[in-house]
């Protein structure tokens, strides 16, 4: 599905990415976590085409994108949720589902058969069903309230039909009950769509609770990879990041 291999990065003397190898299975997910600075940032950027390795390989469904525009890499199948919401702040949520799915089919069908209205109305349903915020068709973005508003950079995410979903803190500037709420959603439609979902997370109690596989960055390199529990007890994930006396905080 993905997979990065010797991929470098660097920002003048800094190594933002060091020689990174993942091979990130089908249908998985997974989180990546590591101190401030560590890259993580940086590899999502390098993934969505953001940014181009100095070297190394980046394949999705066995072929090469790196260095692809990023738009590109949206048609191959790979969006990030941004913060989409708050770039057409008086747009409704219908209104911005259903211009996110005219954008997305415009440069697909126009030659074969143009998208049609209805279509599109129908299709902005479903994705505020899944992501739930049937409720708040007429409501501007504007309005939302935080952790709704980044339900809606989901699901325009959602829009584009990725198979791989790259999400950088879904659960940031959420209080603990509303955390859980937003990755428990993010569990579901994981899912339910069967995507291959990558998450950056700063809350571990999320994090162990909900990834399959967790991948530590640690000065642009893959300190540890591996379960929840594998993780738990590395002694130098523990060190380097965790801490000591993590083990009994989340068990
Ligand atoms: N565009 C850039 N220009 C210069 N340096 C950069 C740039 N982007 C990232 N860096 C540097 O690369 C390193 C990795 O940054 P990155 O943002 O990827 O880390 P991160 O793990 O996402 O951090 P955080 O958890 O704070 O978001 C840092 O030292 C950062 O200062």
């Known amino acids: 599905m993905l997979k990065l291999t010797n991929v470098k990065k660097s920002f003048g003397g800094v190594l933002a990415t060091n020689d990174l190898s993942i091979d990130f299975t089908p249908g998985s997910l997974s989180a990546i976590i590591g101190?401030?600075?560590?890259?993580?940032?940086?590899?999502?950027?390098?993934?969505?085409?953001?940014?181009?390795?100095?070297?190394?390989?980046i394949v999705f469904n066995n072929e090469e994108i790196s260095g692809l525009p990023a738009t590109e890499i949206v048609h191959k199948g790979i969006a990030r949720a941004f913060q989409v919401a708050s770039l057409f702040p008086s747009f409704s949520v219908q209104d911005s589902f259903e211009a996110?799915?005219?954008?997305?089919?415009?440069?697909?069908?126009?030659?074969?058969?143009?998208?049609?209205?209805?279509?599109?109305?129908?299709?902005?349903?479903?994705?505020?069903?899944?992501?739930?915020?049937?409720?708040?068709?007429?409501?501007?973005?504007?309005?939302?309230?935080?952790?709704?508003?980044?339900?809606?950079?989901?699901?325009?995410?959602?829009?584009?039909?990725?198979?791989?979903?790259?999400?950088?803190?879904?659960?940031?500037?959420?209080?603990?009950?509303?955390?859980?709420?937003?990755?428990?959603r993010v569990h579901e439609l994981w899912e339910r769509e069967q995507l291959t979902l990558i998450f950056i997370e700063h809350d571990m109690d999320i994090v162990f609770a909900h990834a399959q596989v967790i991948r530590v960055l640690y000065y642009g390199a893959l300190l540890a990879e591996g379960t929840p529990a594998e993780i738990r007890n590395n002694q130098a994930v523990i060190d380097a990041y965790l801490g000591a006396g993590f083990e009994e905080e989340v068990a």
């Open 100 to 184: 996110a799915v005219l954008a997305r089919h415009r440069k697909m069908n126009d030659i074969v058969r143009p998208f049609s209205q209805a279509e599109s109305r129908d299709r902005a349903h479903h994705l505020m069903q899944m992501v739930g915020l049937e409720s708040r068709a007429r409501t501007l973005a504007k309005h939302l309230p935080h952790g709704e508003q980044k339900l809606l950079d989901i699901g325009l995410a959602l829009a584009l039909e990725p198979r791989l979903l790259l999400l950088d803190e879904p659960t940031a500037g959420m209080g603990p009950e509303e955390r859980f709420q937003m990755i428990e």
């Open 35 to 57: 101190p401030n600075g560590a890259g993580k940032t940086t590899l999502f950027n390098l993934i969505a085409g953001r940014l181009r390795p100095d070297s190394g390989s």
